[in-house]
């Protein structure tokens, strides 16, 4: 085990509010998506140079989490981006969605210039955060409430980032939840990555299509891939990844992708794999 993993490892849930005063605790939460207004991000120097619409993102309250993928409490996303703060032990719940269509072809993304961290990176097809609000927390503490709250936060960015209706998603296919992956990664500037990621896989039904409308400011392009089209994307030197899809793909991925049309000897697996 690293020594950043045993510092982590290391955190009660006190000592972590103690270390980071501005985290709301689970208890006092507000169960808004934002703690804080645009305007209090005005002036702050690690904001200079940014796209407005993504400052306010910074806003949102993301889950805080110990070791073994406990809540916390609220943090805002600027707050569990930094890297002076990740490098503290910060850490907090994330998800990446994999969303295949009727032919077995996932749908990349290319994260946008505008974005705070890891802009024009080709990525999987949504990849972000369930806020500590009760419809994606998992209030129960259990880890099917924590899935269930992570594929609704799953259907809203679709949705914000890709124009894909919550209805189509709640309709025309099915999530799976594979694994968690533990891991950290520094991104551009002061800005970084220390998340519990959920995996999930996303199956199109049999004749059924998706409406895919991208927000300009989340997403620079997007195209569907077989399993042979990502690997030569993957060893083209002009095509830059974010960490946590290389990580993926170098892993589980194309084994994965080979079980799609029967996913139940990969899914439900309830360790945390440990990526640091």
Known sequence: ?????????????????DLFPDIIPLSKRPNTHSSESSSSTQGDVVFEGHDEEQIKLMCENCIVLDWDDSAIGAGTKKLCHLMTNIEKGLLHRAFSVFLFNDKNELLLQQRASEKITFPDLWTN???????????????????????????????????QELGIPVSETQTKGEYHFLNRIHYMAPSNGPWGEHEIDYILFFKLA???????????????????????????????????????FKLICESSLFGWWEQLQDLSAVENDQTIHRLL
């Open 1 to 17: 085990m690293s020594s950043y993993a045993q510092l982590v490892e290391s955190q009660s849930a006190k000592q972590v509010l």
């Open 125 to 159: 097809t949504c990849c972000s955060h369930p806020l500590c609000v009760d419809d994606e927390l998992g209030v129960d503490g259990s880890l099917a409430g924590k899935v269930a709250g992570v594929k609704t936060a799953a259907s809203r960015k679709l949705e």
């Open 206 to 244: 049999a004749g059924e299509q998706l409406t895919v409308n991208p927000n300009v400011n989340e997403v620079r392009d997007y195209t569907w891939v077989t399993a042979d089209k990502l690997r030569e994307m993957l060893h083209n030197p002009h095509l830059k990844f974010t960490p946590w």
